[in-house]
């Protein structure tokens, strides 16, 4: 199954957090009484997401963390390295990869497609767009809903 990991998952909930509140300067103990984390999976999370520019930490009194820019100025794709480090559905799909058989290997370009299409989905929402609800989806009829996604596979 893929999926983002759970400190990425967490570090968008504290980033809307962030988001929901522009401007305010958040302590660790504040952002995880409002994302419903406990304090030291907070803390952990804000070091890489100050690491990457995501949030900016304030020292002193009243210091705490906000975001470094507005939240429609960040992308998913930005948390997500942030935190995993570059997007690469495949060892082959990275493009500095370490792979044995690349030089053989007639799957790697639709890896890599494949690998873009997801990096231009992530590009394409913003941490704005997140504090939105997702609109309501039709019930389906089949037990399994599909989504077709365009990919042209190279041949």
């Known amino acids: 199954m893929l999926r983002v990991t759970k400190l990425t998952d967490y570090a968008t909930v504290v980033l809307t957090v962030l988001a929901a509140r522009q401007g305010q ?15 030291p999976t907070v803390s952990k999370l804000l070091k890489p997401l100050a690491q990457a520019g995501l949030v900016e930490g304030l020292r002193g009194v009243h210091g705490g963390y906000r975001l ?3 939240a429609d100025r960040i992308t998913l794709i930005e948390i ?5 480090g570059p997007l690469a559905m495949t060892e082959c799909s990275q493009h500095d990869s370490n792979c044995g058989i690349a030089h053989q290997c007639g799957v790697r370009s639709n890896w890599r497609l494949i690998n873009d299409v997801v990096a231009d989905a992530l590009r394409g929402v913003t941490l704005a767009q997140m504090l939105r609800p997702a ?3 039709e019930p389906s009829p089949e037990p399994t809903r599909r989504r077709e996604i365009a990919v042209r596979v190279a041949s």
């Open 25 to 39: 300067v958040l302590s660790a103990a504040e952002l995880a009484e409002h994302s419903g984390l406990e304090q």
């Open 68 to 70: 470094s820019r507005e």
């Open 80 to 84: 997500v390295e942030a935190m995993e």
């Open 135 to 137: 609109p309501p989806t």
